[in-house]
């Protein structure tokens, strides 16, 4: 029943969330804030899907990346930045927030880059006819 109501809850959220994006784009006449105030609430949505599910730990680790885009939105709005440059850095000082704290959560699965080729050596016969 929970993955039944938290497959229902995404819809809602994505509405929601453009609500909140038009609601902080009006009021701060910045298309880059409402932008973010979409980011934002799509990630408090995860957040909420994760607590309905149960996985709490999960929900944790997925909060600290829309409290770290708003906090870091305020304050750099606060220094002066102009929007679109708040937008910009918000998002990507937000991002290493969370994978600075990956290690605390010990569930959250490691960032392995793979390939999807083995590199080997061409022969010059294969290069002539």
């Known amino acids: 029943m929970r993955w039944t109501a938290a497959a229902l809850l995404r819809p809602v959220t994505f509405v929601l969330s453009i609500v909140a994006a038009v609601i902080v784009g009006n009021r701060s006449d910045s298309f880059w804030y409402g ?17 309905i599910r149960g996985r709490l730990d999960r929900a944790l680790y997925k909060a600290i990346w829309p409290g770290a885009a708003t906090g870091y939105a305020f304050l750099f ?4 930045l102009p929007p679109w440059a ?7 000082a937000a991002s290493m927030t969370k994978s600075a704290f ?6 959250q699965p490691a960032v392995r880059w793979t390939r999807a080729a083995e590199w080997r050596r061409i022969d010059l016969d294969e290069l002539l006819p």
């Open 77 to 80: 709005a606060w220094v002066g």
């Open 35 to 51: 932008l973010l105030a979409w980011f934002v609430a799509m990630g408090a949505g995860r957040v909420v899907g994760a607590a």
């Open 102 to 107: 990956r290690s605390v959560f010990p569930n």
């Open 86 to 92: 708040s937008f910009f850095v918000s998002f990507i």
